[in-house]
């Protein structure tokens, strides 16, 4: 799966950072549900232009699977079951991806002509590594953005 960039190092088993959702993931932390949402779709949207996916017309869509990240995330804050902590976020993240990953398999499965053990497959391989990854740099963005936010109200 094509990512929005790619270091040496920063990728296992040839799976990088799912960097989209975790910016959806951090961005929905405080956010009402219809602004959550509309962020994991426009990510996805913004997503699919950059893999082309749009223009060719090939599914699956990315904007799904982040809309739904995006509404459970800020859900889950508004109902104050999840606390701002690293392993809370590390544990959102890794769930997030697992329900991103899923939900584009499960799109893929419906729409191609693919054998459904063989999407199975290749998906249990990319979302564990995909969360894996995912997870251990959420806290990372989350600090960033925290603090760019802090610098936002101070000015």
């Known amino acids: 799966m094509a990512q929005w960039g790619s270091l040496p190092g920063w990728e296992l088993v040839g799976v990088n950072a799912d960097w989209s959702l975790i910016w959806v993931v951090v961005w929905s932390l405080k956010r009402p549900i219809v602004q959550a949402t509309s962020a994991g779709v ?3 949207l913004v997503q699919d232009g950059m893999l082309g996916t749009l223009q060719s017309g090939t599914f699956p869509t990315h904007s799904l699977g982040l ?3 995006g509404l459970l995330t800020s859900l889950l804050y508004q109902q104050r079951l ?3 902590d690293a392993i809370m976020l590390v544990l959102l993240t890794f769930t ?3 329900l991103n990953e899923t939900t584009i398999a499960s799109q893929r499965a419906l729409l191609s002509s693919s054998e459904i053990i063989q999407v199975w497959n290749h998906h249990q391989d990319v ?7 995912s997870a251990l ?3 990372l963005v989350y600090w960033a953005s925290q603090r760019w936010n802090s610098f936002l109200e101070t000015e």
């Not at 979302?127 to 990854?133: F, G, K, P, Q």
């Open 127 to 133: 979302a564990l590594a995909s969360a894996l990854v």
């Open 67 to 69: 809309a739904l990240v």
């Open 42 to 44: 426009l990510m996805g």
């Open 137 to 139: 740099w959420a806290p």
């Open 82 to 84: 999840l606390r701002e």
């Open 96 to 98: 997030m991806t697992i």
